[in-house]
């Protein structure tokens, strides 16, 4: 029989709870446990989830301190799985148990990360599913990995992948790219969604926002992780070109008798872009050798091997 953890991360869904865990029955086909992740709910969850621990030993139950966010939540989950395949749920039942089938029998079929596509979303359309959508086209360019709904929690994951990622901020919703960029075969099947009974939405417009920042990061390090020299100190050469094409105008300008030095902001602009692209050269230094600290105090690689041949790991 396959195995599959289920996350599920809570933050004030006391009316929510019971409701889902009924549904989760509908896993007749695997053994599972869920593994409900209490993000510091100030109503009813913490009791309820106590409660339904003590009837289902499947349940599983880790209580924060206090409210850490949804991607925190999620990586303690993931933290604590006992099986291969992990699958991460909301708590308010938008998204569908039935659907954990589907994203197995997906999964069966050789990927290692099936993500959920919300095709038929049940959300506010201008505050939520607009802006998602505009986000959802952007990271799929940028990271390269075309997904129509990284936002949606409902995806499945071979466990190994998870080892590897580590989630920070509002991280959670890049993991297929990681994955992908990891070398993982990713995939996406439609999931049904339903609108929130119970409970209210933790997100409005703002969350886009920050999912565009976030994806500046993660740009950042899938393309210069190794080596942020290459990164500033480009935006170092152009800006100290800049500041030499000035100086030069404004003493080709003096020299020529066309303009006085305090005639024109070319001076003002050669020190400001000469100083910019001094310091960006700078902070390529400070990244390259705080790069290798975190490499070499941990022993990481700069590669990661699929599989070796005839070849023995060295002691
Ligand atoms: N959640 C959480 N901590 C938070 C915010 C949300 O654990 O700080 C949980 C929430 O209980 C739900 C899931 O994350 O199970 C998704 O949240 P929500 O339904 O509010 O997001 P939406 O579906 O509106 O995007
Ligand atoms: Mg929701």
Sequence with gaps: MEKVSIIIPVFNEEDNLELLLAKLQVLTDFEW???????????????????????????????FLRNYGQTAA???????????????????????????????AKMAKGYDVVS??????????????????LANSLISYITGVKLHDYGCTLKAYKKEILQEVKLYGEMHRFIPAYAAWHGAKVTEIEVKH??????????????????????LVVKFL??????????????????????????????YLRVAGLRHFSATPLPL??????????????????????MRNS???????????????????LK
């Design 74 to 104: 999620m990586a303690a989950g993931f933290a604590h799985t006992q099986y291969d395949i992990v699958v991460p749920l909301d708590a308010d039942l938008q998204n569908d148990p039935a659907d954990i089938v589907h994203l197995l």
């Design 33 to 63: 446990e869920a593994i409900f992740v209490n993000d510091g709910s100030k109503d009813q969850s913490a009791e309820i989830l106590d409660e339904l621990a003590i009837k289902d030993k499947r349940v599983k139950v880790i209580h």
């Design 222 to 251: 899938m393309d210069y992780s190794t080596r942020p020299m290459h990164f500033f100190g480009l935006a170092g050469f152009y800006s100290l070109l800049v500041s030499f094409i000035a100086g030069f105008l404004a003493v």
């Design 269 to 290: 602009l050669t020190a400001i872009f000469f100083l910019l692209g001094i310091q960006f050269i700078l902070m390529g230094i400070i990244a390259e050798i705080l």
């Design 116 to 133: 959920g596509w919300r095709k038929d979303r049940q959300d506010a359309t201008w505050t939520r599913v607009w802006p998602s959508n």
């Design 295 to 313: 490499y070499e105090g941990q022993n990481k690689t700069t590669y990661k091997i699929k599989s070796k041949i005839n070849l023995d790991d």
């Design 194 to 215: 339903h609108p929130r009974i119970h409970g209210q939405t933790k997100y409005g417009l703002g969350k886009t926002f920050r999912v565009i920042l976030d994806l």
